[in-house]
């Protein structure tokens, strides 16, 4: 069995608040499945770089103003327009880690009080990823870092509705990491969820898409 198949890569997200160490763990990851002799590459949601992508920054800086719907939208068209490249790497061997997906896009949108099944409905048929480890944290102690930027979802009050919108969406696939963890303990335990996670990937459990 599999045997005139490549192993494919693994499609990885991580969600949680801002502040809860997505970005650094996202990039340890990397280097890890590298140093295991793995393929790995870093992903975004949103990816600034394309047009679309470039809306979306002039939003979140308060550059632009856009109705709710319509920014939902572009996120989700955001990820839509990565969609085949994403396809074309994972079969190609390559496991991506990809710092927020359609979770912070429904966790968001919902809290500023659109209905849900409506934010979930743009993201059906995107690649359902093979692990979702969520970096649990307060929405306090996440505010006790610091280092919240001027964007306009970087409030404290707002990012309370999103943890609320974030538990909604928790399914019994998730892995949940306790973020307020020394960095290097969040690190070991994500190392573990994902290695197996990749091997799994390898053994041939196969690609589907969203909502499953
Ligand atoms: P970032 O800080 O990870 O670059 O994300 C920018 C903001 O965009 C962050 O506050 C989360 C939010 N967001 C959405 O509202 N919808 C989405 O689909 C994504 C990916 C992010
Ligand atoms: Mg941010």
């Known amino acids: 069995e599999g045997n005139n198949k490549e192993a494919r890569g693994a499609l990885v997200v991580l969600e949680g608040l801002d502040r809860s160490g997505k970005s650094s763990q996202c990039s340890r990851l990397v280097s890890y499945l590298e140093r295991q002799g793995l393929s790995a590459e870093l992903w975004r949601f949103p990816d600034r770089t394309?047009?679309?992508?470039?809306?979306?920054?002039?939003?979140?800086?308060?550059?632009?103003q856009l109705d709710d719907h319509t920014i939902h939208l572009l996120f989700s068209a955001n990820r839509w327009e990565k969609r085949s490249l994403m396809e074309t790497k994972l079969k190609s061997g390559i496991t991506l880690i990809v710092d927020r997906y359609s979770y912070s896009g429904v966790a968001f949108s919902s809290a500023k009080g659109l209905d849900i099944e409506w934010c979930k409905a743009p993201e059906i048929g995107l690649l359902a990823p093979d692990l979702v480890a969520y970096l649990d944290i307060s929405p306090d102690k996440a505010a006790e870092r610091g280092g919240y930027g001027d964007e306009r979802y970087e409030k404290l009050e707002f990012q309370k509705?999103?943890?609320?919108?974030?538990?909604?969406?928790?399914?019994?696939?998730?892995k949940v990491v306790?973020?307020?963890?020394?960095?290097?303990?969040?690190?070991?335990?994500?190392?573990?969820?994902?290695?197996?996670?990749?091997?799994?990937?390898?053994?041939?459990?196969?690609?589907?898409?969203?909502?499953?």
């Open 178 to 212: 306790d973020a307020c963890q020394p960095i290097e303990d969040v690190e070991k335990q994500l190392q573990e969820i994902v290695l197996a996670c990749v091997t799994k990937c390898q053994k041939g459990k196969s690609l589907s898409s969203l909502w499953s």
């Open 50 to 64: 394309t047009d679309v992508g470039q809306m979306i920054s002039a939003y979140l800086t308060n550059a632009s």
């Open 161 to 174: 509705k999103v943890a609320e919108h974030y538990k909604v969406l928790h399914d019994a696939s998730w």
